[in-house]
C-alpha cells in the first residue's frame, strides 16, 4: 500500500503518555517559577550584584543615560523585561497546547503530519529562551559577559544571603527550561518516527481498522481491530447451509426446538 502521509500512527502508544505525564509536570513547574520572578522579582537585583562582583555591566547605566539627558543604551536580552514576559507566555501557551494535545490523542486526531511543526515550533521558542537566560552582556567594555553569572558561577559566589536565593531561583528555572527543551526535542522525535515508512504502509487495510496498539513489528495475518470473531465456516447442513453461522444462531435453533407451536406448523 503507499505511504500515507496523513493518516498515520504513532509508535508507541505508552511512550506518548509518558511524554504527556512528564510535560505536564515540567509545565507547572515552569508556571510556577515564571509567575514568581513576574515581573522583576530578581532580575534587576542579579544584573546589580553580578555587576558588583565585576561580572556584568552596571544596571545604572540607564538612569546614568537619562541624567545626562542622553537615550537609554539597549538593555542586554539577559536583564531585559521582554525575557521574564517572554519565559511567562511559553509556560501558558505549554499549558494550552498540552491540553489541547491530550484532548486530540484520546479522540485519535493528534496526527503526526499536524504535530510535526509545532514540536519543530516549540524546539524553536524553547532554545530562544534558554539563549536569552544565558546570554550575553557587552553593555559595559569594561565587563563583558558571555554567560550570565547566575548560570556559569555557583550561587556561594554571592556573599549576601538573598542574593545566592535569587540565584538559585534563577538556576532552577534555567534548569527547568532545560529539561522541558529535552522533552520537545523527544516529542520532536518520536513525530519524525511516526512519519517515517513504515510497515503499516505495506499492508493492505483499511485506516480504521488499524490496532493502535498493535506494534510495528506485528505480522500482516495477525487478528485485527474490527475483524468478526463470530463468522466461522462449519459444514453445511439443511439449516446453515444457506446462512451463516453464529453463537445467535445455534439459540434460535435451539428455542425452535423448545417452541411446540413453531413444530406444529413446521
Known sequence: M???ILKRKWPSTAAMWIMIIVELALTVT?????ALAQPDTYRTKLWQAGYELGFNSNPSVIAFAYANGKSPPTIPFVWSRTLTDYN?????ISLFFLITRLIAFIMDFWL????LPINIAFVGLYAASLGGQAGPDYLDPNHPSRVAWYVAKPCSVAKNQQIQSYCTSAKGTFAAFSLMFIVTLVNLGLTIWAMLPNERDKRDWDSDD????EP???GAGGNRKGSSWEMHSIPPTPRTGLMPYTPRTTAFNTLDRKNPARQGYA
Open 30 to 34: 515552569l508556571l510556577v517559577l515564571t
Open 216 to 218: 510495528l513489528g506485528a
Open 2 to 4: 503507499a505511504y500515507r
Open 88 to 92: 511567562v507566555a511559553i509556560a501558558i
Open 210 to 213: 488499524e490496532d493502535d496498539d
Open 112 to 115: 503526526p503530519i499536524i504535530v
